[in-house]
């Protein structure tokens, strides 16, 4: 089992920035591929970031390309997401997901194919 917990949510207005984190524990964080997904109110849950264990490979969304930067630490086994230029259509619930691999390049984008799951962290950006 791995268990995940986000932070770092909040309000901001259009144009400002967060980092959420996602703390693992449970397993050896550095066997997992990493995701960061959203949804919003009526709508399903969509991909926003994914990278893989080594930390050298990462994929985006393109509605999040150039402004969002997805990190990990697998000394801290702490996943990241640095959102910077904020818009209110980013408003979203965010959760962090994880999944074992046998590659260090791989990455994972299906939320299908993610074995584990945070509670998400709300992330409101107003107008």
């Known amino acids: 089992q791995v268990q995940l917990v986000e932070s770092g949510g909040g309000l901001v207005q259009a144009g400002g920035s967060l980092r959420l984190s996602c703390a693992a524990s449970g397993r050896t964080f550095s066997n997992y591929a990493m995701g960061w997904f959203r949804q919003a109110p009526g709508k399903e849950r969509e991909f926003v970031a994914a990278?893989?264990?080594?930390?050298?490979?990462?994929f985006y969304a393109d509605s999040v390309k150039g402004r969002f930067t997805i990190s990990r630490d697998n000394v801290k086994n702490t996943l990241y997401l640095q959102m910077n230029s904020l818009k209110p259509e980013d408003t979203a619930v965010y959760y962090c997901?994880?999944?074992?691999?046998?590659?260090?390049?791989?990455?994972?984008?299906?939320?299908?194919?993610?074995?584990?799951w945070g509670q998400g962290t709300q992330v409101t950006v107003s107008s």
């Open positions: 997901a994880a999944k074992e691999v046998y590659g260090p390049r791989t990455v994972v984008v299906p939320s299908t194919a993610y074995t584990y």
């Open positions: 990278i893989s264990v080594s930390g050298g490979n990462t």
